[in-house]
């Protein structure tokens, strides 16, 4: 089965600090990456997406992504956060092919906070 | 436009007794799929709908929990037996067909079930 590690817990940052936010995944096929991110009383929403083409993505918000295929990697990042991005981020993957395509398979999410 | 509407977004009920969790999708999106978010466990997934078929129900954690669709629209989670493991918020989401896998899922706001 798929499994997505969120390294970090809980982020703390002061505004103007860059961020990056680990992800892993464990999936050797074909996958789909996302971030989702909850902001607080919300929904979770889509942040940004890597499905294939340039391994560097970017979503909304100023956040990017990018994809490191030999490290199974997904990392998240933003030059510069600012206090509305305190939210939790989820990163998740699902397969490209096979029997379990539709279901997304969700790291523990980071708990990021900044401080004006 | 509308999003996706799960309804109640409050449950309190008794141990033991039934629950239905009801989920209404995006106009036109033919997929749709149940999760839920617990303190432990993180996101997990239940099921899986395409159309009124669910190609994929092995997040079902027990016999207690079933669910269906029909009309290909709005979906019904029910719990029976309610144990206060069942305590979690349980998330709808819906997105467009899937080619492969690669369509972003729209999440509800989640209905927050609390098992006394």
């Known amino acids: 089965a798929q499994s997505v590690s969120q390294h970090n817990h809980h982020v703390i940052l002061s505004e103007a600090a860059s961020l990056e936010l680990g992800c892993n995944y464990s999936y050797g096929g074909t996958v789909n990456l996302f971030w989702y991110v909850q902001y607080p009383g919300q929904h979770l929403q889509l942040l940004l997406k890597y499905f294939s083409g340039d391994p560097l993505v970017k979503g909304i918000k100023g956040f990017e992504a990018e994809f490191i295929k030999s490290k199974f990697s997904f990392n998240l990042r933003k030059p510069s956060v600012q206090w509305s991005d305190t939210a939790e981020y989820f990163c998740?993957?699902?397969?490209?092919?096979?029997?379990?395509?539709?279901?997304?398979?969700f790291g523990r999410g980071t708990q990021l906070t900044v401080w004006p | 436009g509308a999003g996706v509407s799960q309804s109640p977004s409050n449950k309190v009920t008794e141990k033991g007794k039934d629950v239905e969790l009801r989920c209404d999708p995006i106009s036109g999106h033919t997929a749709l799929y149940w999760y839920r978010q617990s303190l432990g466990q993180g996101l997990e997934f239940l099921i899986y709908?395409?159309?009124?078929?669910?190609?994929?129900k092995s997040g079902l954690p027990s016999d207690r929990f079933s669910a269906e669709r029909t009309g290909g629209s709005v979906s019904t989670l029910t719990i029976q037996r309610t144990q206060q493991e069942d305590s979690a918020v349980y998330l709808c989401?819906?997105?467009?067909?899937?080619?492969?896998?690669?369509?972003?899922?729209?999440f509800g706001d989640g209905t927050r079930l609390s098992i006394l």
């Open positions: 989401a819906s997105s467009l067909a899937y080619g492969d896998g690669n369509q972003p899922q729209h």
């Open positions: 998740a993957v699902n397969a490209g092919r096979g029997s379990t395509l539709g279901r997304l398979y």
């Open positions: 709908f395409q159309g009124n078929s669910a190609p994929d």
